[in-house]
C-alpha cells in the first residue's frame, strides 16, 4: 500500500514539471511572435519612409534642373546680345574712321566750309557709339542682375525643397514653434465647393487611398489651377502676389474622399518686412551712453507694434 502511494505522487510531481515545462514553452513562443511582429511593422515604416524620401528627392532635382537650364539660356542670350552689340560698335568705329579719312581730303579741296560739315557728322558718329556703349553697358548691368536673382531664387528653391516637412501633427508643432512662418491645419472633404484655408481657396476632386495621391483644385489671385496626382507628403509651392515667399501645402494623410494636412505661409508681408526693418534701424535717444559717461535711462516709449 505504501508503495502505491509512493508511485501515485511520483507521477503527479512528473506531471506537475510537464505542466510547467509546456507553459514555459508556450510563453516563449508567444513573446518570440511579439517581437517578430514589431520588427516587421518597423521594417515596412522604414521602407515606405525611404520611399517618401526618394519620391521628395525626385521632385527636387527636377525643380533645380528646370531653374538650371533658365539660367544657361539668359547666358546664352547674353552672349549673343554682347556680340551683335560690339559687332556694331565696330561697325561704327569703321564709318567713323573712312569719314575721317574723307574729311581729311575734302578739306584739301573743297575748303573748311566742308569740314565743318564733316566734323558735325563725326561729332554726330560719336554721340551714336556713345550712346551704343552705353546701352550695352546697362544691358550687361541688367543680365548681372537677372541672372544674380536666378541663382537666389534657385538657391532659395533648394533650401526649401530640402528644408522640414510636417508629416504628423507633432512634427507640425515643431515647425510651429520655430515662427518663421505660419500654419493652417485643414481635414479637406471631396466637393465642388471651394474652401478657405489660410491665403489659398481649395477644392478636393479626388482622393485616392490605393495609390496614395489626390487631384487638387485652387484659386490664387483670381486665377483657377489644378493639380492632379499629388502624391502623399508631396510639396505644393504656390508664389502669390501678396507673398514674399511661396506658400506650401503639404496633405500628411489620405483617407476616402477626405484628405488632412496644412497650409504654410510667409508670416509677414513685404510691407511689413519693410516697416519693421525701418522701424529697427532707428536707434532711440535714451539707447546712447550720457556725456558724462554715465548709463543710459531706458524709455519709458512702449516698443512699436509688430
Not at 511572435?33 to 520588427?39: E, I, K, N, R, S
Not at 516587421?40 to 531653374?67: E, K, W
Not at 477644392?203 to 493639380?227: C, F, G, P, W
Request: hydrophobic share 30%.
Amino acid at each position: 500500500m505504501r508503495e502505491h502511494d509512493e508511485m501515485n505522487e511520483h507521477e503527479s510531481r512528473l506531471e506537475t514539471t510537464a505542466t510547467g515545462t509546456n507553459r514555459g514553452l508556450v510563453i516563449t513562443l508567444v513573446v518570440l511572435l511579439g517581437v517578430a511582429g514589431v520588427a516587421l511593422g518597423y521594417g515596412y515604416r522604414q521602407q515606405t519612409l525611404v520611399g517618401h524620401l526618394t519620391a521628395q528627392q525626385s521632385v527636387s532635382d527636377a525643380t533645380i534642373s528646370q531653374m538650371q537650364g533658365q539660367l544657361s539660356d539668359v547666358t546664352s542670350k547674353l552672349n549673343d546680345m554682347t556680340a551683335a552689340q560690339q559687332a556694331q560698335a565696330q561697325a561704327q568705329a569703321e564709318a567713323a574712321k573712312q569719314a575721317d579719312k574723307k574729311t581729311a581730303a575734302g578739306v584739301a579741296h573743297t575748303g573748311a566750309r566742308r569740314a565743318t560739315a564733316t566734323d558735325k557728322r563725326y561729332k554726330q558718329l560719336q554721340t551714336q557709339l556713345a550712346e551704343q556703349q552705353k546701352e550695352l553697358k546697362d544691358t550687361q548691368d541688367l543680365v548681372a542682375k537677372n541672372r544674380t536673382d536666378l541663382e537666389g531664387n534657385i538657391s532659395s528653391t533648394r533650401d526649401e525643397l530640402n528644408g522640414s516637412i510636417a508629416r504628423t501633427h507633432e512634427e507640425l508643432v515643431v515647425l510651429q514653434k520655430r515662427g518663421e512662418r505660419s500654419y493652417t491645419e485643414f481635414d479637406l472633404m471631396k466637393a465642388k465647393q471651394f474652401q478657405r484655408i489660410g491665403p489659398l481657396t481649395l477644392s478636393l476632386r479626388k482622393a485616392d487611398t490605393k495609390h496614395k495621391n489626390y487631384d487638387i483644385e485652387m484659386i490664387v489671385d483670381d486665377n483657377q489651377l489644378t493639380k492632379k496626382k499629388v502624391n502623399l507628403y508631396e510639396p505644393i509651392w504656390i508664389h502669390t502676389e501678396n507673398e514674399s515667399q511661396p506658400v506650401q501645402i503639404v496633405v500628411m494623410r489620405i483617407e476616402k474622399n477626405l484628405v488632412h494636412g496644412y497650409v504654410s505661409a510667409p508670416k509677414y508681408r513685404p510691407s511689413e518686412l519693410a516697416t519693421s526693418g525701418t522701424a529697427s534701424s532707428l536707434t532711440p535717444v535714451s539707447a546712447h551712453v550720457q556725456p558724462d559717461g554715465g548709463q543710459a535711462q531706458p524709455s519709458t516709449n512702449p516698443p512699436p507694434q509688430q
